[in-house]
Every structure is written in C-alpha cells, then in structure tokens.
C-alpha cells in the first residue's frame, strides 16, 4: 500500500511535511507503521499550486529517499496546497506514467489502495471514459482510471457525487462479470481551492487516513495523511471508513461517502 499527505493553509515550504517531521513522508517511503508493506520504494511524485492554476507536477521512478531532486524541491518550493505521494505498486509497472500525483487542467489526484480483479474489469471500465479523456490515459493503473472516472462523471461539477458515481460504476461492472466486488479506495485530490479526500472500501480493510492542524494551537493549515508524521496524539484524528472530508476556506467538512446508492442511478 502507498503512503501519501495532502495539506491546505498557510503557504509553507513542502520540506515541513515531506522531509522534515521526524516520520515524514521520506520517511514513510522506508518504513511505512501502518501499511501491508513497509517499503514504498516504487516511484513518487508531489502536485503543487501556486500562480498558475495548473499545479506544478514532479514525478520520478525513484525511491523517495534516494532523490536528492526531491529533497532538494521540497526545501525550495513553498506552496498553500500540496499533494505528495510515494508508491508501493499493486498495478502498473514502475513507470513514470505510473506515479501518483495524476494531473488533468487544474485537478490533481493521488489514491492508496486497490480494486480487486482489475485485469478481469479495466477493459469494461475504460470502454465509459469519452475519447478525450481516454486519450489522457497515459499509464496502466487503476488509480489513474479512477480519476478519468471521475472526471467522466462530472468532478468539475461536484467531486463528492462524482467519486460516489465512479465507484459505484465499478461495483456495477463487477457484479455484471460475476465479480465479488472488493475496492479499497483512500484518497486525494483538489482543484487548487479545496482539499478533497476520501476513505471507502467495500470490506472492513479501507486504507488509513487521518486528519490533523498542522498547528493545532492556531489551526493553521489542514493535512490530512496516511499516517501521522509525529507522535503528538493530540493532533490526529482518524477519519472513519465511509467519509468524504473538504477542506476549505470554510473550516473541515466531514460526510458519508457511499457509492452502493449510486448503482441504480447509473443503470438507469
């Protein structure tokens, strides 16, 4: 499984999250607490927004450790929202095309976890995307199909209805093949004003995802991450299976997240 963190407030350099805290993310990348592997040595990658509103997109087949382009990126780029990523693969050789975060115009997307018989669905699930956003396929992930699914049912219009859809569109193509449907499906993405994320799985094993103030005495900034990057208690919470969480300027907003209701809607 992959380790990830996502953080939205004041800008900060990304080194505060990704290579500083004593369990950053560098440091997840070699000895993961809470995933099936403690090794996530399969590429990585970080979005960023700043003035443009395209993100700024790095990604290298690397371990994360061993990139000293990363660290040295990390300490120089400052940014008020990020995304970051280091892959442990489950589909997909390591490839760059391959590494989390994926990009399309402003959006930018990163996911831990799986769909289970993905050989046996992936046909059936790219067979909906339109020809323009079959076209930005550009890698063999299930990840970065899930994304063109959402985007193929309106992440521009309403990111939480949209993810609900696309699962739920692959819950129905799995019961079409006679497919006992098992998707574990923690994950991140933002248009470059909020932070959206989400914790689902179809069995009792849903990817961690915790929530936390990167200060918790003024509130300043929002990560949310895989696992903490300190042993400060006070400062994490998890975020149960079957949420959907916003961050914005508004505060945190948490919600259920349910894709089984949208089964029937996208028969119909």
Same mark, same amino acid.
């Not at 990585?44 to 990139?67: M, N, Q, T, V």
């Not at 995802?209 to 929002?222: E, F, K, R, V």
């Given at each position: 499984? +992959?380790?990830?963190?996502?953080?939205?407030?004041?800008?900060?350099?990304?080194? *505060?999250?990704?290579?500083? $805290?004593?369990?950053?993310?560098?440091?997840?990348?070699?000895?993961?607490?809470?995933? /099936?592997?403690?090794? &996530?040595? !399969?590429?990585?990658?970080?979005?960023?927004?700043?003035?443009?509103?395209? $993100?700024?997109?790095?990604?290298?087949?690397? $371990?994360?450790?061993?990139? !000293? &382009? %990363? =660290?040295?990126?990390?300490?120089?780029?400052?940014?008020?929202?990020?995304?970051?990523?280091?892959?442990?693969?489950?589909?997909?050789?390591?490839? =760059? !095309? &391959?590494?989390?975060?994926? #990009?399309?115009?402003?959006?930018?997307?990163?996911?831990?976890?799986?769909?289970? *018989?993905?050989?046996? %669905?992936?046909?059936?699930?790219?067979?909906?995307?339109?020809?323009?956003?079959?076209?930005?396929? /550009?890698?063999?992930?299930?990840?970065?199909?899930?994304? %063109?699914?959402?985007?193929?049912?309106?992440?521009? /219009? &309403?990111?939480?209805?949209?993810?609900?859809?696309?699962?739920?569109?692959?819950?129905?193509?799995?019961?079409?093949?006679?497919?006992?449907?098992?998707?574990?499906?923690?994950?991140?993405?933002?248009?470059? =004003?909020?932070?959206?994320? @989400?914790?689902?799985?179809?069995? =009792?094993?849903?990817?961690? %995802?915790?929530?936390?103030?990167? +200060? $918790?005495?003024?509130? *300043?900034?929002? +990560?949310? #991450?895989?696992?903490?990057?300190?042993?400060?208690?006070?400062?994490?919470?998890?975020?149960?299976?079957?949420?959907?969480?916003?961050?914005? !300027?508004?505060?945190?907003? @948490?919600?259920?997240?349910?894709?089984?209701?949208? #089964?029937?809607?996208?028969? @119909?």
């Amino acid at each position: 499984m +992959c380790r990830w963190v996502a953080y939205r407030g004041r800008r900060r350099f990304l080194e *505060d999250l990704i290579t500083s $805290p004593a369990h950053s993310l560098i440091d997840q990348s070699q000895c993961a607490t809470e995933a /099936k592997t403690a090794t &996530n040595g !399969d590429g990585f990658g970080i979005a960023w927004y700043g003035e443009r509103d395209e $993100p700024g997109h790095y990604r290298d087949i690397l $371990p994360a450790w061993s990139d !000293d &382009n %990363l =660290r040295s990126l990390a300490r120089q780029i400052g940014s008020g929202l990020f995304l970051a990523h280091v892959r442990a693969s489950t589909a997909g050789r390591t490839t =760059r !095309d &391959n590494c989390h975060p994926f #990009v399309h115009g402003r959006w930018s997307f990163m996911h831990n976890g799986q769909l289970g *018989d993905f050989e046996r %669905l992936e046909r059936r699930l790219e067979a909906r995307l339109d020809d323009a956003l079959y076209g930005e396929r /550009k890698g063999s992930t299930d990840s970065e199909l899930l994304f %063109l699914l959402a985007l193929e049912f309106g992440l521009e /219009k &309403n990111p939480k209805l949209a993810l609900e859809a696309a699962l739920g569109f692959v819950l129905r193509e799995a019961i079409a093949l006679g497919i006992r449907p098992l998707i574990r499906f923690t994950a991140a993405l933002s248009d470059g =004003r909020a932070l959206y994320c @989400v914790r689902y799985a179809t069995d =009792r094993h849903a990817p961690t %995802l915790y929530s936390g103030a990167m +200060c $918790p005495l003024t509130g *300043d900034g929002h +990560c949310l #991450v895989s696992e903490p990057f300190d042993e400060d208690a006070g400062r994490w919470s998890e975020i149960p299976s079957g949420s959907f969480v916003t961050v914005s !300027d508004r505060g945190v907003a @948490v919600e259920p997240f349910d894709p089984s209701g949208a #089964v029937q809607a996208i028969a @119909v």
